[in-house]
């Protein structure tokens, strides 16, 4: 029997337009778009619809604009009857995850992911920080450099072990590079310094998590109906006490990302659907769950797709 996960994505999954068509075809999704607007306080929906660009790339912007496409295409796909055994999301796209799970009201989701980008632009000063793309280098191995650069004074640590030979590390800019180079020496294939504009799931944003925390306390937070797998924890989660401390933990600790898919794998999920703009994490599953069904859904037309394929697949 096919069980199902539906996997939401984070930052770096933007564009000028996403959810055009939602705005556009669905009014459903505009009235939540507009629902958006109105609990931020700003006209969101002009931003992720026209741009800028530059300003819809900022922490505080991308955050609830992803979060919001990712919601609205999962709505849509509700209504068409599919209903997922689990969900995940990567790093930001936990809370759409959380959603999806009825964890959140929509309203509490888009203002909190705000909250948490502007959290985590003042935890760091501008130029203090910063993250890089480790390919083809094992995760004990890069663990270990990251331990000898961090003791001589410069913090670096695993960010993202996104998929087998891909992990993000971060720190302080000195410790990243220290870390780099020595990752370079060690026979990594490629170090690709990341252009983001803080050293995110890094001990440098440990401030950033205890403002967190207070703004987790303003919001509405239930017991998940759907088993939610945890970056911090890569388990299945449902209570409102272990999301809440493990919401908190994630913005300081590693995504969990490939443990995650694996403990997916372990309970039998065999079928993936990306929900939100861009197709980053099904790129991410193909590498780690081989041989797994994996569908995205970044649009009405890829919505239909979709459900086409799982109804002919339960026929």
Partial sequence: MTKVACVFPGQGSQQVGMGKDLLEKSAESKEKFLLADKRLGFPLTDLIMNGPEEKLTLTENTQPAILTVSCLLYDLLRKKGIRPDYVAGHSLGEYSALYAAGVFSFEDAVYGVRQRGLHMEKAVPAGEGTMAAVLGLEADVLD??????????????????????QIVISGS???????????????????????????????????????????????????AEIPVIANRTAIEETQVDEIRTHLIEQLYSPVRWIESIERLKANGVDTYIEVGPGKVLSGLIKKIHRGARILSVYDIASLDSVSEQLKECAE
Avoid: Y
């Fill in 144 to 165: 270990e450099l990251c331990h000898k650069v961090s003791a001589e004074g410069n913090p670096v640590q695993l960010a993202n072990l996104n998929a087998p030979g």
């Fill in 173 to 223: 800019i000195q410790g990243v590079s220290k870390a780099s180079t020595l990752a370079s020496e060690s026979g990594a294939r490629r170090v690709v310094p990341l252009s983001v504009s803080g050293p995110f799931h890094s001990s440098l944003m440990i401030p950033a998590a205890e403002a967190m925390r207070q703004t987790l306390d303003t919001l509405s937070i239930h017991h």
